[in-house]
Each structure stands twice: as structure tokens, then as C-alpha cells.
């Protein structure tokens, strides 16, 4: 069992900068891969960003660039450094873990976070 918190979420302004944490529970944090995703009001939530196991990152078209996700396997974090905020990142952001290998789609995760509210303003 895996329990993810994230943090860090808020209001910023376009152009403005935020990063999100999320700590996970458990000593096996180094076996899963780990994603963000966010649900804006009225919208399916979509994929934001994985990294895997060993590092290597992957990200939606619409983030490439801006955003930036990491890890910190002592400490059990994953994190998403968030640039150039625009209105259209307004969502709850969610942290997800999946065993081994990262994927795009948020029914292949295990474990979800209570999510973190990001609103940006214009």
C-alpha cells in the first residue's frame, strides 16, 4: 500500500511560477513510477507528466517546456516545477505511483493523492 500527499498547490499569477510536491508513504518508493495528472471543472483529467523509475521524464504536448517533473527517491518525493503558468493550468493536480513502469494513462495507476488546487490568474 502507497499513500501519496501532495502540497504546493495556489493562486498565482500568468507567468508565475509554482512547484508541487507530492511524499509518498512506504520503503519501495524507488519501485514505482511515478505521474502527474489534473481535472479542471468540467473537464476529464489528463496526463501532465511521468518519470520513471530511473529518471527518465515524459510530458503532455501542452507542458513540454514549462513544466518539469523530478525525484527525490531518498526522500520519497516526486515534484513538478510548474513555469510560465497560464490560466489554462487552473486544475486540481493529482500525483499518481505505478509499479515499474510509467505510463500517459491514469487507469494503469495504483495509487492517487487527495490532489492540490492550482488556479491561475490572467
Known amino acids: 500500500q502507497v499513500q501519496l500527499v501532495e502540497s504546493g498547490g495556489g493562486l498565482v499569477q500568468a507567468g508565475g511560477s509554482l512547484r508541487l510536491s507530492c511524499a509518498a508513504s512506504?520503503?519501495?518508493?524507488?519501485?514505482?513510477?511515478m505521474g502527474w495528472f489534473r481535472q479542471a471543472p468540467g473537464k476529464e483529467r489528463e496526463f501532465v507528466a511521468a518519470?520513471?523509475?530511473?529518471?527518465?521524464?515524459y510530458y503532455a504536448d501542452s507542458v513540454k517546456g514549462r513544466f518539469t517533473i523530478s525525484r527525490d527517491n531518498a526522500k520519497n518525493t516526486v515534484y513538478l516545477q510548474m513555469n510560465s503558468l497560464k490560466p489554462e493550468d487552473t486544475a486540481v493536480y493529482y500525483c499518481?505511483?505505478?509499479?515499474?513502469?510509467?505510463?500517459?494513462?491514469?487507469?494503469?495507476?495504483?495509487?492517487w493523492g487527495q490532489g492540490t488546487q492550482v488556479t491561475v490568474s490572467s
Open positions: 499518481a505511483a505505478r509499479k515499474y513502469y510509467y505510463s500517459e494513462f491514469g487507469n494503469q495507476y495504483d495509487y
Open positions: 512506504g520503503r519501495t518508493f524507488n519501485t514505482y513510477a
Open positions: 518519470i520513471s523509475m530511473s529518471g527518465y521524464t
